[in-house]
């Protein structure tokens, strides 16, 4: 029995060997094996990064720079280098971006100098060069702007940080769209132009309006209260000048286009065919006459009514720009009115003004 139970007893320590033998075995296959992935991952980039690099060199030569630096900065992005950052500045310069040939260098010069590279010399003059050239902008946001809930800046619809504001931030010459907005606040936006020169350019953020706030115009004291400022462009009175003008020379020219159809049709019914003497007519003849005079009598109407109409637009016209020169832009309480009338009778036309008080 004694020996059975040595037998087991060595038959689980070699079980247990085993067991830790191939655990061992394990840890060691896998520690070996991950540095090997991600060489191949590391060199599968790297290979990427050469082939954007290449490309991008044959289409700079050829002169496609905007599609050369697009993939210049997709291969700083796979593997950065020194090397491509100084062809993606230089790519940059020759674009127009000022600004980001010169963070494109200066990134350059920080890189070298943590390489030990020797090209952190070239870097750094080509970013030496440049910032003269550089505008900057800085966005002064007011204090009070922070209270209001979901408050945020954004320039060309991206956000900006908080560490953003109040400092001087390198831009490339084009035109910018920036924009202010909050819960239950009036959005604020506003065109900034940048150009190269090196200039600062300040943006100031003002504190935004409530959105309940109608302020349909601005309010100026006057008289009993406050009175809406007239918005820009011609009053009432004005338009129904012109209006009323406008009806008036479409009268007079229906009026005149009735005279002549009634001198055709008079001249018509003095032919032989038509009446052989003043008061001899046949049916057509008289048929011809009487509607020569009707429409001589529409002509003379409708002239007259015209006439009448273009002198009273004139004259609303004429009284609506001494209004506008005296400053009323609407008629207070206890102001005087203009009425126009217009009166059509048999005898002729007629147009009158009055003013209430």
């Not at 935004?208 to 007239?230: F, I, M, R, Y």
Request: charged share 20%.
């Amino acid at each position: 029995m004694a020996r059975i139970a040595v037998h087991g007893e060595k038959l689980r320590m070699k079980m247990k060997t085993s067991r830790l033998r191939f655990c061992a075995w394990l840890v060691l296959l896998l520690s070996l094996t991950a540095p090997m992935q991600a060489l191949a991952q590391g060199g599968s980039e790297k290979a990427a990064a050469e082939a954007l690099f290449q490309q991008a060199r044959k289409l700079l030569r050829k002169g496609n720079t905007k599609t050369a630096c697009a993939k210049f900065a997709a291969s700083q992005e796979l593997d950065p280098s020194v090397g491509t950052l100084l062809f993606l500045g230089d790519c940059y310069e020759k674009l127009g971006r000022v600004a980001s040939a010169w963070a494109a260098f200066g990134e350059a010069g920080s890189l070298a100098q943590n390489k030990g590279d020797r090209r952190k010399k070239i870097a750094n003059l080509r970013a030496i060069a440049l910032k003269p050239r550089v505008t900057q902008l800085t966005l002064n946001v007011a204090e009070a702007n922070r209270q209001f809930e979901g408050f945020a800046v954004r320039r060309d619809g991206i956000e900006l940080p908080l560490a953003a504001w109040g400092t001087p931030l390198p831009l490339d010459a084009r035109t910018y769209t920036f924009e202010a907005s909050a819960r239950g606040q009036k959005t604020w936006s506003r065109d900034v132009v940048i150009e190269d020169g090196g200039d600062t350019v300040v943006v100031d953020v003002p504190k935004l309006e409530s959105a309940q706030d109608s302020g349909s115009g601005k309010l100026v004291e006057g008289g009993t209260g406050t009175t809406p400022v007239a918005k820009e462009g011609m009053s009432t009175m004005a338009v129904a000048g012109l209006a009323t003008g406008g009806v008036g020379v479409v009268s007079m020219i229906v009026g005149g286009v009735f005279g002549g159809l009634a001198k055709s049709a008079n001249d018509e019914s003095l032919e032989p065919a038509n009446c052989s003497t003043e008061n001899l007519c046949s049916q057509a003849g008289l048929d011809l006459r009487e509607q020569a005079q009707s429409r001589a009598t529409i002509s003379t109407v409708t002239f007259i009514i015209g006439g009448v109409l273009a002198a009273g637009g004139a004259t609303l016209f004429v009284l609506s720009s001494s209004s506008d020169a005296e400053g009323e832009s609407a008629p207070a309480a206890g102001a005087g009115a203009w009425r126009l009338g217009a009166s059509v009778a048999p005898g002729g036309a007629g147009l009158s003004f009055r003013r209430t008080w």
